[in-house]
């Protein structure tokens, strides 16, 4: 992700970025179903789970370093925006973390509720400051100095 993306290009990344999240987390989920019928795919599965974890820290990473610059110059809007956002990811990715920590075998009997979570979570997202109504280049101009 770059810095000088503009709202729109932002947007489409991110959701770009849930649309892989989800993929990857219901490859986990079949999987994790597979592993726990015996078969033998721990390799396997523990590849699925580390590009999960990779893509969700990226995600997580170039979310508020991305929409936080674009939002920068709208005192109000953007700093509600922010903090929500802020105040809403620190508690939830801890959680999303703790599920997908530990050994493989702890791992696959979170992963339905980890799947459901980050759905949930990412669909919030999508309702809210990824909404293209709310990180739209017309709607961020409307709010600079207000």
Not at 34 to 62: C, I, P, Q, V, Y
């Amino acid at each position: 992700m770059t810095p000088d993306m503009d709202a729109d290009q932002a947007r489409r990344k991110l959701l770009g970025q849930h649309e892989a999240i989800r993929e990857h987390i219901s490859r986990c989920v079949v999987l994790a179903h597979r592993f726990r019928n015996g078969e033998n795919l721990a390799r396997e599965l523990d590849d699925a789970l580390d590009t999960l974890r990779a893509k969700l820290s990226e995600h997580n990473a170039g979310e508020t370093k991305l929409v936080g610059p674009l939002l920068h110059d709208c005192p109000r809007w953007g700093t509600l925006l922010i903090d929500r956002m802020l105040e809403e990811h620190l508690a939830e990715h801890a959680a999303f973390w703790d599920k997908l920590h530990g050994p493989t075998y702890e791992v696959v009997e979170r992963i339905e509720d980890l799947a459901d979570e980050l759905d949930a979570h990412m669909a919030a997202e999508e309702r809210t400051f990824l909404n293209p109504q709310v990180l739209h280049p017309d709607a961020i101009s409307r709010h600079r100095g207000v």
